[in-house]
């Protein structure tokens, strides 16, 4: 079991300062490519702390302005853990290499685009329900948090 969550927009990433390729615009909410060399690329890094410890399996990125990119994500130790050209909307699997994400990556030919959401599947939260007959209560155990409810019959 699992659930997409979104890590799309300027709280989540920065333009990469070691190659500043692309930016925010936030009136609209997205992320616009920018020309080098003949080419239109993005590349983000992330901020803040969600990358530690996440680990998801798949990615999904939503864009406008071309048919397919090339799409890159790359952790900490320099593993790429994806790269391929999609189109819009398309899964992509991932390969854990134990790190946290570190760039993420688009590029295609002269199109401009504009990537409108980044996704990723992670594993749903484990949730236990335990029942005790004796005092009449249940206990639901998600992400270490107990709670503790009576149970009437």
């Avoid at 949730?127 to 005790?132: A, C, G, P, S, V």
Wanted: proline share 4%; charged share 25%.
């Amino acid at each position: 079991m699992g659930e997409w969550v979104e890590r799309f927009d300027d709280s989540y990433w920065e333009v990469w300062p070691d190659t500043p390729l692309g930016s925010w615009d936030n009136p609209n909410q997205e992320w616009d490519s920018e020309e080098s060399g003949g080419n239109r690329w993005l590349y983000l890094s992330e901020i803040g702390t969600w990358v530690e410890g996440f680990r998801p399996f798949k990615i999904r990125v939503t864009f406008t302005g071309a048919d397919s990119l090339y799409i890159s994500l790359v952790d900490s130790d320099l593993n790429e853990l994806c790269g391929e050209v999609v189109s819009s909307g398309e899964t992509i699997n991932l390969t854990d290499h134990g790190h946290n994400i570190m760039l993420f990556g688009a590029v295609i030919g002269e199109d401009d685009f504009s990537i409108t959401n980044i996704e990723f599947f992670v594993e749903s939260p484990h949730k236990t329900i335990i029942i005790n007959p004796e005092n009449r209560t249940a206990g639901i155990n998600a992400e270490n948090r107990k709670t503790s409810v009576k149970i009437a019959y």
